[in-house]
């Protein structure tokens, strides 16, 4: 006597036989394994659409808003206006650096009370780290939208 199979609904939880292509109780369908591996998109990796001679001749001006803060976003943006890599990692410095003053900003404003300067500085170390993303992105050929700004909607 063969046995038969069951599969369990993420949903729900109902119990159903394997051949069902949605669930008995609340008809939300089963994945359908095709045997081909599933390509996962990074909706923040934007390297595509960079053009790969661009990347490689713009790298090392790329990396100076990362390495020199204000004066790096503002030499790479004159180095390399026509470079869309380059721009792109312009806004990602430059959004970077808005943040760390505003953070800087709001813990100088207030430095009277022990929580908020902590806490600031623990951000600002966090932004810092970010910043070091922004430039290993920039190694490696990459136009990713670095962690924590990303989400930031100014310099699109």
């Known amino acids: 006597m063969r046995e038969r199979k069951m599969k369990f609904c993420t949903r729900c939880g109902t119990q159903n036989e394997d051949g069902n292509a949605v669930c008995t109780s609340c008809g939300t369908p089963f994945a359908v394994y095709t ?28 990396m100076l808003p990362y390495l020199i803060g204000w004066v790096g976003i503002i030499l790479c943006a004159l180095l390399s206006a026509n470079s869309k890599f380059a721009s792109f990692h312009v806004r990602e410095a430059l959004k970077l650096t ?31 780290v970010v910043g070091i993303i922004g430039f290993f992105n920039v190694c490696r050929g990459k136009a990713v939208s670095l962690p924590v700004v990303k989400g930031l909607g100014f310099l699109k």
């Open 35 to 62: 045997g081909a591996p599933t390509m996962q998109v990074n909706p923040y990796d934007h390297t595509a659409e960079m053009d790969p001679k661009d990347i490689s001749e713009n790298k090392v001006v790329a």
């Open 98 to 128: 808005v943040c760390k003053i505003l953070v800087v900003m709001v813990g100088a404003v207030l430095f009277w009370t022990f929580i908020v300067p902590l806490l600031a500085g623990l951000l600002y170390f966090v932004l810092w």
